[in-house]
């Protein structure tokens, strides 16, 4: 079953209020979930629903602790648009467009007299005096929630003593408003990468994730190709680098294009049935992330929303595919493997009376070492030996700092994409693979350059300070940016929303990882032509053109020349052939005479 059919148990999903507000949490069983003023309801009620439905607190019965769901329909959910539509069409051959107060499902206003109240005065003006209710009164009827607060909202609308001088317009964002503040409703989304990357944007601190937008975000995943790969046995195929200083975020971006994100629907190893010691999958070979990460342990705190936490030693979901397709190591271990202490101690292998001898505790905690040296071993030899086939950063760290270490981990043809930000990095590290510095190098190499030997080293080269990143290494570094930005479409009022959220623009960074050619490749200035073999033709033309040339003789003129020497000559062989013919068939009367 897909992640995103139904609420599954244990999994995290993302609520939308009334308000707008998104509420991400996990769906555990036999727990509340509390939505605040809203109310709340057991989490038992939504497991194993489908997803996309909007529920409706209802109101709670004596005793009761928590309220109970209704499913809205979606009748319900659309009838004030129906409503306008339907009045619309009524009200084509009236002089006047006059829309109807009521949408017949839900708020129906109407007067004493049961008259439907018209709304289609031009002047408005909005005063807190003309809402009769008062606060204590307000106050008394959300307590008493009765009709999950649509009775609250059709007292609040029949109280206001200008109702009637509101436009369409402003009556329905006056509506909307109220909605939003009272209505008792939610919806069950799926999360996924979008929805994350809005909640984190809009309701938590978007400079842990650099401030990275959904269209960024997608940007860095497609410049770097970043796809599935199959795993084909003996073979080592699609495997990108990854360096995140957002929380976890493009990793997750990463593994969703990769197919890695979302856990199986059902645990394989959770057969019921238990055993002393059971073993770690083997590392996957192809279809891997690696991420480099400054610290002792990667900071993943957003894969805890799809099952996958590497700080515990009991993950929520053992068999995640991320368990053995993400290696994660420090630039120590990157650069100086044998000053990082795990890698440079190794575990010595005990044999099977050893292990029997040891205490259980001990035993488990020799299993635990020694999986995570073979773990931190296998994942810094396979990283140190490179071959990427991408390379992903949303770093704050120097982005020319990153290179310098991670391009020569990089095949021929991987494609780097760098998110920053700010724009003024990236703009200098276009400087170093720019094509007047690749120009100068190439004329004039720098001694340390040409004192390496192998193209290894070349491509290892620490640069100096004309050329801090060896220019020859990456083509088409370009700088670009991009940004969605919401418009509010309405029929005579559409403009771009002005109360968009500010903070960085973003910029994404892109180039092309290349191999140097070995020796000396020239291909400069005008070519010559291939030289004509010299014939006859070609000689009584030259002839003729150099004899017109001394004349004077116009270009016309001499094509004429050219061409009737052409016809003479080929006159004078027709001649020759017809000669020829006749002077055979005379022979032949001739010998046939004899021979009578």
């Known amino acids: 079953m897909h992640p995103h059919s139904s609420v599954q148990p244990n999994a995290w999903a993302a609520l939308r209020l009334p308000s707008g507000s998104v509420k991400v949490l996990p769906i555990t069983p036999n727990t509340t979930i509390s939505l605040g003023k809203y109310g709340s309801f057991p989490s038992n009620l939504i497991i194993e629903r489908p997803y996309n439905l909007t529920y409706e607190l209802l109101d709670?019965?004596?005793?009761?602790?928590?309220?109970?769901?209704?499913?809205?329909?979606?009748?319900?959910?659309?009838?004030?648009?129906?409503?306008?539509?339907?009045?619309?069409?009524?009200?084509?051959?009236?002089?006047?467009?006059?829309?109807?107060?009521?949408?017949?499902?839900?708020?129906?206003?109407?007067?004493?007299?049961?008259?439907?109240?018209?709304?289609?005065?031009?002047?408005?003006?909005?005063?807190?005096?003309?809402?009769?209710?008062?606060?204590?009164?307000?106050?008394?009827?959300?307590?008493?929630?009765?009709?999950?607060?649509?009775?609250?909202?059709?007292?609040?609308?029949?109280?206001?003593?200008?109702?009637?001088?509101?436009?369409?317009?402003?009556?329905?964002?006056?509506?909307?408003?109220?909605?939003?503040?009272?209505?008792?409703?939610?919806?069950?989304?799926?999360?996924?990468?979008?929805?994350?990357?809005?909640?984190?944007?809009?309701?938590?601190?978007?400079?842990?994730?650099?401030?990275m937008r959904s269209e960024m975000l997608s940007l860095v995943g497609s410049w770097a190709n970043v796809h599935f790969v199959e795993e084909l046995p003996e073979m080592e195929s699609g495997r990108w680098l990854v360096i995140d200083e957002t929380c976890g975020l493009l990793v997750a971006a990463v593994a969703e294009r990769m197919g890695l994100l979302y856990p199986p629907s059902k645990d394989p190893e959770d057969d019921g049935q238990t055993t002393r010691h059971k073993e770690d999958p083997p590392a996957a070979t192809s279809n891997t992330i690696t991420l480099i990460h400054n610290n002792a342990q990667p900071n993943l705190s957003l894969l805890k929303s799809f099952l996958y936490d590497p700080t515990t030693a009991t993950p929520p979901c053992p068999s995640h595919p991320l368990h053995t397709h993400l290696n994660s190591l420090s630039w120590l271990q990157l650069l100086e493997p044998s000053k990082d202490v795990t890698y440079s101690t190794a575990i010595p292998p005990l044999s099977p009376t050893s292990l029997n001898d040891l205490k259980p505790a001990k035993r488990g905690t020799y299993y635990r070492k020694l999986r995570r040296w073979t773990r931190t071993t296998q994942t810094i030899d396979t990283a140190r030996q490179g071959n990427f086939d991408g390379l992903v950063i949303a770093s704050a760290m120097d982005p020319s700092s990153i290179l310098?270490?991670?391009?020569?981990?990089?095949?021929?043809?991987?494609?780097?994409?760098?998110?920053?930000?700010?724009?003024?990095?990236?703009?200098?590290?276009?400087?170093?693979?720019?094509?007047?510095?690749?120009?100068?190098?190439?004329?004039?190499?720098?001694?340390?350059?040409?004192?390496?030997?192998?193209?290894?080293?070349?491509?290892?080269?620490?640069?100096?300070?004309?050329?801090?990143?060896?220019?020859?290494?990456?083509?088409?570094?370009?700088?670009?940016?991009?940004?969605?930005?919401?418009?509010?479409?309405?029929?005579?009022?559409?403009?771009?929303?002005?109360?968009?959220?500010?903070?960085?623009?973003?910029?994404?960074?892109?180039?092309?990882?290349?191999?140097?050619?070995?020796?000396?490749?020239?291909?400069?200035?005008?070519?010559?032509?291939?030289?004509?073999?010299?014939?006859?033709?070609?000689?009584?033309?030259?002839?003729?053109?150099?004899?017109?040339?001394?004349?004077?003789?116009?270009?016309?003129?001499?094509?004429?020349?050219?061409?009737?020497?052409?016809?003479?000559?080929?006159?004078?062989?027709?001649?020759?052939?017809?000669?020829?013919?006749?002077?055979?068939?005379?022979?032949?009367?001739?010998?046939?005479?004899?021979?009578?």
């Open 60 to 211: 709670r019965e004596p005793g009761q602790k928590d309220s109970n769901l209704r499913i809205v329909p979606a009748s319900e959910l659309h009838a004030d648009t129906i409503a306008e539509e339907n009045a619309a069409s009524k009200a084509k051959d009236a002089d006047d467009t006059v829309i109807i107060g009521g949408d017949g499902v839900e708020y129906e206003l109407v007067g004493e007299d049961g008259e439907v109240i018209m709304r289609s005065n031009r002047e408005t003006i909005d005063d807190s005096a003309r809402q009769t209710l008062t606060m204590d009164e307000i106050e008394t009827l959300k307590r008493e929630g009765t009709g999950a607060g649509k009775d609250l909202i059709a007292k609040l609308m029949l109280s206001h003593t200008a109702i009637d001088q509101k436009t369409a317009f402003s009556l329905a964002k006056y509506k909307l408003s109220k909605t939003k503040k009272y209505l008792k409703r939610f919806t069950i989304l799926p999360l996924d990468i979008p929805m994350l990357t809005h909640w984190v944007m809009t309701e938590k601190d978007a400079g842990k994730v650099l401030e």
């Open 404 to 596: 310098r270490h991670t391009i020569p981990l990089l095949r021929g043809g991987a494609n780097i994409a760098i998110y920053s930000p700010y724009i003024e990095p990236l703009v200098t590290l276009s400087d170093y693979y720019s094509t007047s510095r690749r120009t100068a190098f190439l004329q004039a190499p720098p001694p340390d350059f040409e004192a390496l030997a192998t193209s290894e080293e070349r491509d290892r080269w620490q640069g100096n300070e004309d050329f801090p990143l060896n220019p020859l290494l990456v083509l088409n570094a370009t700088v670009q940016s991009a940004k969605v930005r919401e418009w509010q479409v309405l029929p005579g009022r559409t403009h771009p929303v002005m109360t968009g959220r500010g903070g960085a623009q973003g910029y994404l960074w892109t180039g092309v990882r290349v191999v140097p050619a070995v020796g000396r490749v020239e291909a400069r200035g005008k070519f010559s032509r291939k030289r004509k073999v010299p014939n006859e033709s070609n000689d009584k033309d030259k002839g003729s053109a150099s004899k017109d040339v001394e004349e004077g003789v116009e270009p016309s003129v001499k094509r004429e020349r050219v061409d009737e020497e052409k016809r003479v000559e080929e006159g004078e062989n027709q001649g020759s052939i017809l000669l020829k013919e006749d002077t055979v068939e005379t022979l032949d009367s001739d010998v046939q005479m004899l021979e009578s």
